[in-house]
Every structure is written in C-alpha cells, then in structure tokens.
C-alpha cells in the first residue's frame, strides 16, 4: 500500500521527530538554557524518544497520537518565540514551531491513504449491513 510519497513522508517524520528531539537538548542544554550550565527543563525532549521506534516501525496508531501529542511543542515553541523577543531562545522556540509543523504534516500525509481506506472499510460494511437487516 505504500508509494514513493509515502516513503518520503514517512522519512520525514523520522527526520523532524529526532531533528526535534537534538534541538530540544541543544536548546535547554548548550545553545539558551535558563540557568548556565543547562536547566531542567531538557527533560522535555523525553517525551519524544518513547514514539521514535513505533515512527520508525510505520505503527499507524504511534503516528496518529503522535501527531496529536507533537502539538503541544508547537504551543511552546510558538510561546516562547512570541514571549522571549530579540533573544536566541525566541529564535529556536520558532525553529520549534517549524519543525513540528514538519513533522505534523508529514505524520498526516502517511496516515491519508490508510484513513481513506478505513473509511471504504467502513462505508463498505454499513452497506452490507444495511442490506442484510432489509431484507
């Protein structure tokens, strides 16, 4: 069921979540930590290492929370690029937002054909139902 598209959104979700995750450390650890010598809060990147493998794996289920779950790093990242101006933190919050935007439509480009053919599934057995209680 998979084409040439898929393949390269299913490459770009592996891309954007473990480019998200490197940017997360660097971000909290090196690049603008709140305190010196990195903060706490680079445990946020956490979150993201429990989906790679079922992102690598094509589990559709993985892809849809993910999906959903990725969304609340957009929130932060659009957060703080909005609230930390003309600093290097606010930078990488929009760098944030885009990567996960990547990600997001990536995660929902693979998903469609599976969605579509769910749908058929579906439409296909009400239809077969609606028949069968008819007669």
Same mark, same amino acid.
């Given at each position: 069921?998979?084409?040439?598209?898929?393949?390269?959104?299913?490459?770009?979700?592996?891309?954007? $979540?473990?480019?998200?995750?490197?940017?997360?450390?660097?971000?909290?650890?090196?690049?603008?930590?709140?305190?010196?010598?990195?903060?706490?809060?680079? !445990?946020?990147?956490?979150? !993201? $290492?429990?989906?790679?493998?079922? %992102?690598?794996?094509?589990? #559709?289920?993985?892809?849809?929370?993910?999906?959903?779950? #990725? !969304? $609340?790093?957009?929130?932060?990242?659009?957060?703080?690029?909005?609230?930390?101006?003309?600093?290097?933190?606010?930078? !990488?919050?929009?760098?944030?937002?885009?990567? %996960?935007?990547?990600?997001?439509?990536?995660?929902?480009?693979? $998903?469609?054909?599976?969605?579509?053919?769910?749908?058929?599934?579906?439409?296909?057995?009400?239809?077969?139902?609606?028949?069968?209680?008819?007669?």
């Amino acid at each position: 069921m998979q084409n040439t598209m898929q393949k390269y959104f299913h490459w770009g979700a592996i891309g954007s $979540l473990v480019t998200l995750i490197i940017w997360c450390v660097l971000w909290e650890m090196v690049l603008a930590p709140l305190k010196p010598g990195g903060s706490w809060l680079v !445990l946020k990147a956490a979150p !993201l $290492l429990l989906p790679l493998y079922g %992102v690598w794996k094509r589990d #559709i289920y993985t892809l849809q929370w993910t999906s959903m779950m #990725i !969304l $609340l790093y957009f929130t932060e990242g659009v957060v703080r690029g909005w609230s930390d101006k003309g600093t290097l933190s606010a930078w !990488l919050g929009w760098g944030e937002a885009a990567i %996960v935007c990547v990600y997001f439509v990536c995660a929902i480009m693979y $998903l469609r054909p599976y969605k579509k053919a769910a749908k058929k599934m579906a439409k296909e057995l009400l239809d077969k139902v609606k028949v069968t209680t008819v007669k």
